[in-house]
């Protein structure tokens, strides 16, 4: 069976060889086997070195210090370590945090499990290109606001936000930190923790063709931020989040890092023909429409919606020709539209019929004009079908 071309990187990117190489080596080496937290032997050090390196490498690749570099399972982990921990922490400050209605689930339902707790949580709605302004984080802002928590590049539109300018905004208020999901950012857009001004960032590996199952939080020393662990045991990671870490796995998102950093500028531009090629073949079929604004968009993604047609038919159409999807991945198994889109002000219908394209470093010319054609056909044959059913009717 021949598989379909991958055009879902902003849910999962395939391991980069080259990671794979180095996580490979270090499991097959028996010098480099043991327990970091184990400082009684030889081993335990040398596995303790490559956790060294690979805190120092990720923190060198986004303008981190090695102190900020808390090691989680992923971003989302981060994330509800991020706004968990803050919010307990500073619990006594104030109950009130501000996000935005297109964030990644993974910030969504904490902050909605808050609300369930007693916490007031304010929702930001972008505007049509997806944009949250700075000056509405401002008027958003409150006497009690301890959290604001946006991302940095939306994971099913691509825009992305100026965490900068929002960053200032709540460096005018005391009290209210800057969280940034910054999962979709790395080898997307430059990024500078330091000079940004976020107080926590989670990043991830996977979305940089490290592997799964890691990631990290930054946490600002020199802005002194402050979390309640939410996890316990053996007191790793400063006591913030207990666990066996796994060399091979942060010397693999290391190398990741490191990789999607000097090849950021060219894959950029790269990448980014290979969009303006898929949207021109695209919208070479009419009533197509861009989710999102044109300008201010990292190139790997793509998301459109199709009038007159019926999503989860041309969802199943192009599936055994083109791996894509419809929104996120973690909604996936879902039959609602994505709330990103309705969040921007697309109907239900729009939003349904719309299909999200990740492109990445394994992507190719062959394969856009794969998806051109695959699309088209499914498009053009459902809207005949569609006008048949209404003439019927």
């Given at each position: ?118 916490w007031r949580v304010t929702w930001l709605i972008p505007g049509p290109d997806g944009i949250v302004a700075a000056d509405q984080v401002e008027a958003a802002l409150e006497d009690d606001t301890i959290l604001v928590s946006l991302m940095q590049v939306n994971n099913e539109i691509g825009v992305i936000q ?232």
């Open positions: 069976m021949t598989m379909p071309v991958y055009l879902d990187s902003a849910a999962t990117t395939p391991t980069d060889p080259r990671v794979a190489a180095v996580m490979t080596r270090i499991l097959r080496s028996a010098d480099e086997y043991g327990n970091p937290a184990s400082s009684t032997h030889e081993y335990g050090d040398r596995a303790s070195e490559l956790v060294d390196a690979a805190r120092e490498r990720v923190a060198a690749s986004v303008g981190a210090t090695t102190a900020d570099v808390v090691w989680t399972s992923g971003a989302t982990e981060a994330n509800n370590l991020a706004i968990f921990g803050v919010t307990a922490y500073y619990a006594n400050q104030g109950r009130h945090i501000i996000t935005a209605r297109t964030e990644h689930k993974a910030v969504i339902d904490p902050c909605w499990e808050l609300e369930r707790r007693g100026d965490t900068r300018a929002i960053a200032a905004v709540c460096a005018q208020h005391d009290g209210a930190r800057l969280h940034v999901d910054a999962a979709q950012s790395i080898g997307k857009v430059p990024v500078d923790f330091g000079a940004s001004g976020a107080d926590l960032m989670s990043l991830s590996a996977h979305k940089a063709y490290g592997p799964k199952g890691v990631g990290a939080l930054l946490v600002s020393q020199r802005r002194g931020v402050r979390l309640e662990a939410r996890q316990f045991g053996g007191g790793q990671e400063r006591g913030l989040r207990s666990g066996t870490l796994a060399p091979h796995q942060l010397a693999g998102m290391a190398t990741a890092f490191t990789l999607a950093s000097q090849e950021l500028p060219k894959e950029a531009q790269r990448i980014g023909a290979l969009r303006r090629r898929l949207w021109d073949g695209l919208a070479a079929l009419g009533g197509v429409l861009r989710n999102g604004t044109e300008q201010g968009t990292v190139p790997q993604l793509l998301n459109v919606s199709f009038e007159d047609v019926e999503g989860e038919a041309l969802l199943a159409s192009v599936s055994e020709l083109i791996a894509v999807s419809s929104g996120s991945a973690c909604t996936s198994s879902s039959n609602e539209p994505s709330y990103v889109l309705r969040a921007l002000g697309r109907s239900d219908r729009l939003a349904e019929s719309s299909l999200r394209f990740g492109l990445g470093r394994f992507t190719h010319e062959a394969d856009i004009d794969q998806a051109i054609t695959a699309v088209g056909n499914a498009v053009k044959r459902l809207r005949k079908i569609s006008g048949q059913c209404a003439t019927a009717a």
